[in-house]
């Protein structure tokens, strides 16, 4: 009988999502890999792992060959945020295409079942609301976004192709924005910027005229779609979105920030950035029909908890993504 244990390897396992996967993972028992190149995560991420004899933890940057023999791979390193993705796009384009022709070798060659962590972004500014899996999206091919939209798009094309051509396992999740603990307080999305002003008394910043809207799914919630969709059925290969459906404003969301941290910063607004999506909401139907899955934590609960954790940890520790050539 095949060992329910498995060999599981995380890349960008030391980033915001990243480490929340592997606790999940280590915790179930499996012998779980994590490789990253620390570009915007830092060791602190998964600290509490290492001590784990279940936890192996290797620098490598995923545009380079790695040879290690898996059962499970899920693929998440690329940076996420806009402010990240954008340091250094060409680096950003190299990391989905690269990465992702890397990985799905590895797949090949082992016979392991992967997931590629996809994303709301392959939507573009979206014509369509909200987005199931069937729209194919409008995105600005040459725009600030690209690298990272056009990448990720690539990414699936990717392992598409292997699935068709080689037979690979694979599994294709996109991602709707996610929140919560261990997000890079400087990573500049919207939850963190909000939080971190809101808690030091600092102008909250909106972009634009803050009607633009976002769903925002809570880390735990969005951890259960992942490993569901690993373990769920070979037939079901996705595209498959996973997020929260609850849309909210962005004005709303600096408002319920102003309120679940006490704090008495105002709101200003700023020039809204280029190509940014107006309207984000994820149709989930497919995901409920086929994994069972729906996220379970409101958006107030979620927020209550990301700002204890910006409170508990030293934003000074915390740097900037440093050059990455
Ligand atoms: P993150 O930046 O915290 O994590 C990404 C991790 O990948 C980091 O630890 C980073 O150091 C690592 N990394 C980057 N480039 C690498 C490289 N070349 N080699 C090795 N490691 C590298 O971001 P996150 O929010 O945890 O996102 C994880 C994945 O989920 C990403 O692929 C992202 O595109 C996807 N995603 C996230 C969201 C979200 O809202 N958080 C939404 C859609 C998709
Ligand atoms: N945003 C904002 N103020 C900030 C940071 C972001 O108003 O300090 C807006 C941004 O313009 C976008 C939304 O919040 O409309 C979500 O931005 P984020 O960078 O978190 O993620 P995106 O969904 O755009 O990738």
Known sequence: MASSVKRVLVTGGAGFLGS????????????????????????GNVAGLLSRPNFELIRHDVTHPLWLEVDQIYNLACPAAPGHYQYNPIKTMKTSVMG???????????????LQASTSEVYGDPEVHPQPESYVGHVNPIGPRACYDEGKRAAETLFFDYHRSNGVNVRVVRIFN?????????????????????????????????????SFCYVDDLIEGLVRMMEGPDQFVGPVNVGNPDEFTIRQLAELTIELTGSRSRIVTRPAVADDP????????????????????????????????????????????????
Request: charged share 25%; aromatic share 8%; hydrophobic share 35%.
């Open 20 to 43: 929340h996967l592997c606790e999940r993972l280590v915790g179930a028992g499996h012998d779980v890999i994590c490789v990253d190149n620390f570009f915007t995560s830092q060791k």
């Open 100 to 114: 992702a022709i890397n990985v799905l070798g590895m797949a090949k060659r082992c016979r392991a079942k992967i």
């Open 178 to 214: 996610t929140y919560g603990p261990r997000m890079h307080p400087y990573d500049g999305r919207v939850v963190s910027n909000f939080i971190r002003q809101a808690l030091r008394g600092e102008d909250v910043t909106i972009y634009g005229d803050g009607a633009q809207s976002r």
């Open 278 to 325: 107006r309207q984000r909401q994820p149709d989930i139907s497919l995901a409920r029909q086929r994994l069972g899955w729906e996220p379970r934590v409101r958006l107030r609960d979620g927020l209550a908890r990301t700002v204890e954790y910006f409170r508990s940890v030293d934003l000074s520790a915390f740097r900037a993504p440093t050059p990455n050539y």
